[in-house]
Structure formats: structure tokens, C-alpha cells
């Protein structure tokens, strides 16, 4: 008899040939997850994964990290068995008392979810659901059988083994991070471009960051809020590997010598370059930002089009159709809320007009930027740049 956590896929189940490849993602990545609770062990099992070995001290630790796996559609704490039918009656029996025990009610409902994987065993799942409920009738006091809506279920399934259990947790869904490439998020201090990074990361794509100071402008607090964010967001993304690139002199460049109402969005189209540049460098397909259409003036459609257009490379926004207060609940989900919104200035902020233009002309922008030496400055800020493994 042993402990266990049972784990769920996502929709990798649906990947056909390429369910391998999906399947030994996925164990990496909790293997990963749980690096820090040593004695577990993960294995890969028929349609499963299976966490051994976790001490009960560990266990609310290990159910917490598992929740934040992408991939994983379910999981449950379980009791495994040889099979041996009467001994998991008498588990489950045990299982159901103590959670009747922490609640305070008269009465109980319950009812037990049998399962035959092993179409050897000479019990049916009927059979044995109405079995093991006879059994936990006899044993606790104060229950009653409600197929519908129980407040407890007892779960006992069998396989090779027999595995007893009553909790179904959620898993946070989608596929194994790195099973699709990556990407590079452009991450700010704010609310939205940490929750782009994980929505992009809940479809399997590893990712790199890139983030942007204004040194001395930004203070040193500013930039610890975004490692704090980064190493946030590694719940659900893994590793980060963060580029810290100043953006002082291209800012300062763009206010002496640029229409004020243009600087943020010739600013942005210098990022997106630069992120470009750092992208093609990390081997990351995709740059990911935190735009939504219509938040502010540099995200309205002629914006978007015209930051678009300074890079090549696709351009991920998750959040584009989303409202801030969607936007806000994603944050709270994902953690990073309340760090987000600690008052520290952006580099954005810093220079920025107090009418930028609403709806750019290209016109203007290729007339501003004949002026620059682009490749320049482009070449500068990636060469001074600093980079920081996060996680
Ligand atoms: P956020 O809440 O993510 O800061 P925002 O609503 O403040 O976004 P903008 O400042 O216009 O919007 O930025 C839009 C997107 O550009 C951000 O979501 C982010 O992807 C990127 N971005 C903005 N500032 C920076 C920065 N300093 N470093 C890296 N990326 C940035
Ligand atoms: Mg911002």
C-alpha cells in the first residue's frame, strides 16, 4: 500500500502519434514543478502520470505546485493497492469516515464511482460501486446514498493496481510548456503582459522575456518588481530567461529629435525590433505582447498597425478582445496582481506626451525614422543588454 497523485492529461490524449512526445513533456515539467520536494518520484504510466513517494508533510506543497502544470487536466491523492477488493472497500471506508468527520451535518450524502480499466477483474463497475457503498453504509454513521449531487464521492479504480481515492482536483489545462516551441513576451511591471506570457504558455510554448528600463529614470524597485513578476510567472511557465535591455538613449533620441505626439509609438516600434532581435537569438518563433484593442492610444487598430509593421516575426496578443477587468481576474488567477499593481514607474511613463497620437499615419512614422540611424541604436541597446535566468 502506498501513496500516490494521480495525474490527468489535458487534450494531449487527442495527439495521436506525437502522444509520446506530448506525454514525456508533461513528466519533465512536474518532475520540474516538484523539484523541491526531493523524495518524489514521477513516472509516466499508461495514459497517467504517477507522482510516488511524497511524505504527507509534502503533500498540500506538491498539490499546490501540480495545480499550476500545464497539461494536466485533473489529479487526486490517492491510496494504491495490489488488487484486493475487500481492502479497498475498507480504505475507501476509512477515506469516507474521516470526511464525514469534517462535516458538521446530521446527515451525509455520498456515493462511490467505480472504474474497470482492468477488464480482467471479474467484478463490474456497478457491481462493485454498489459493494463498496454497502460497506461504507455499515462502517460510517450518518450517511445516505445520493447518486446525483453527493457531497462525498468515493472513487476506487481498477487497474493493475487498485487505486482509492475522493478528491478530484482541477488542473490549470492546456499542453506541457515547451511542446510548442517558444516565444518571447514583452513584459512590463503591468497587469497585462505577465497574463499574455501564461496564456501563451498554457498552449505549450516555453518563453523568453525581454523587458525594458529607463535607468535612471526607473528606479532599481522597478526593476525588481518585474524579476518578482517573472519569477511569479515560473509557477506556470518554468524557467524564464529575462533580457533586461536599457532604453534610455533611444528615448532620449526620440524626444530631442521627434514629433511629441509620435514618441510612443516610434518608441514601441523600437522594442518590437529589438525583441525581434532577442527572439531570432533565443530561437523563439513568436514575440508576445499585452495588447487589447482600443486600452489606451497606443492600441488603437492604426497603432497596433503601425507597431506591427517594424517587425517580420508574428506578433502574439492573447489579451486583444479582452476587457481590463477580464484582464484582472486572469492576473488574480495567475498570481501576479498584486505585485503588478505596487506603484513603481514603467519606462513607458517616463516619456511620454501628454497627447500621443490616436490614430498614427505611416507617413509620419517613415518620415521620423529617415532621420535615424536605426540599426544603430538597435545595435547599441542589444550589446550593453543584461540577461538573468529566472526560476
Ligand atoms: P502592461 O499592463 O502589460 O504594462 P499596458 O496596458 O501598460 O500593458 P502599454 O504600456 O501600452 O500597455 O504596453 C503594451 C505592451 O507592450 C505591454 O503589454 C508589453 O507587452 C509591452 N511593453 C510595454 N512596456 C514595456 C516594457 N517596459 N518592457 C517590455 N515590454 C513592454
Ligand atoms: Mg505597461
Not at 526620440?254 to 514601441?268: G, W
Request: aromatic residues 6%; charged residues 25%; proline residues 3%.
Amino acid at each position: 500500500m502506498d501513496n500516490v497523485i494521480i495525474i490527468r492529461y489535458a487534450e494531449i490524449h487527442l495527439k495521436g502519434l506525437n502522444r509520446p512526445y506530448f506525454e514525456k513533456a508533461l513528466v519533465r515539467n512536474v518532475k520540474r514543478a516538484l523539484v523541491e520536494i526531493s523524495e518524489a518520484v514521477v513516472i509516466r504510466g499508461e495514459s497517467r502520470v504517477y507522482v510516488e513517494g511524497v511524505s504527507d508533510a509534502n503533500l498540500d506543497k506538491a498539490l499546490r505546485v501540480l495545480a499550476c502544470v500545464f497539461g494536466i487536466h485533473s489529479f487526486s491523492p490517492a491510496v494504491r493497492i495490489e488488487q484486493d477488493f475487500d481492502k479497498a472497500a475498507d480504505i475507501l471506508a476509512d477515506m469516507v469516515k474521516e470526511l464525514r468527520g469534517e462535516i458538521d451535518r446530521k446527515t451525509v450524502t455520498f456515493r462511490v464511482e467505480a472504474k474497470r480499466a482492468d477488464k480482467r477483474f471479474g467484478m463490474n463497475s456497478m457491481k462493485m460501486a454498489a459493494e463498496v457503498g454497502g460497506v461504507i453504509l455499515d462502517r460510517v454513521e450518518g450517511l445516505k446514498v445520493d447518486l446525483d449531487n453527493p457531497k462525498i464521492t468515493a472513487y476506487l479504480e481498477v487497474r493493475e493496481q487498485m487505486y482509492c481515492f475522493t478528491r478530484i482536483l482541477k488542473g490549470p489545462g492546456g499542453m506541457p510548456v515547451g511542446c510548442n516551441g517558444s516565444a518571447t513576451l514583452l513584459l512590463s511591471g503591468g497587469i497585462d503582459s505577465p497574463v499574455a506570457g501564461c496564456m501563451i504558455a498554457k498552449r505549450g510554448v516555453a518563453i523568453t522575456a525581454v523587458h525594458f528600463e529607463s535607468f535612471p529614470y526607473t528606479s532599481d524597485k522597478a526593476l525588481d518588481k518585474v524579476y518578482d513578476l517573472a519569477k511569479l510567472m515560473t509557477r506556470y511557465t518554468g524557467k524564464i530567461k529575462l533580457h533586461v535591455v536599457r532604453f534610455t538613449d533611444i528615448q532620449t533620441k526620440l524626444h530631442e529629435d521627434c514629433k511629441a505626439n509620435y514618441i510612443v509609438v516610434l518608441m514601441r516600434r523600437f522594442m518590437m525590433r529589438i525583441a525581434e532581435k532577442i527572439a531570432q537569438g533565443d530561437n523563439a518563433l513568436a514575440l508576445i505582447t499585452g495588447e487589447s484593442v482600443g486600452q489606451v492610444a497606443s492600441q488603437t487598430l492604426e497603432a497596433l498597425n503601425v507597431t506591427n509593421s517594424a517587425v517580420d516575426i508574428a506578433v502574439l496578443r492573447p489579451l486583444i478582445g479582452m476587457d481590463k477587468s477580464e484582464i484582472v481576474q486572469r492576473a488574480q488567477m495567475y498570481g501576479t496582481f498584486e505585485t503588478s499593481i505596487l506603484p513603481f514607474e514603467d519606462c513607458c511613463t517616463v516619456f511620454v506626451p501628454k497627447h500621443p497620437v490616436i490614430k498614427p499615419k505611416m507617413s509620419e512614422i517613415e518620415r521620423a525614422e529617415v532621420a535615424l540611424d536605426i540599426d544603430a541604436m538597435i545595435d547599441a541597446a542589444i550589446e550593453n543588454h543584461v540577461v538573468k535566468i529566472i526560476g
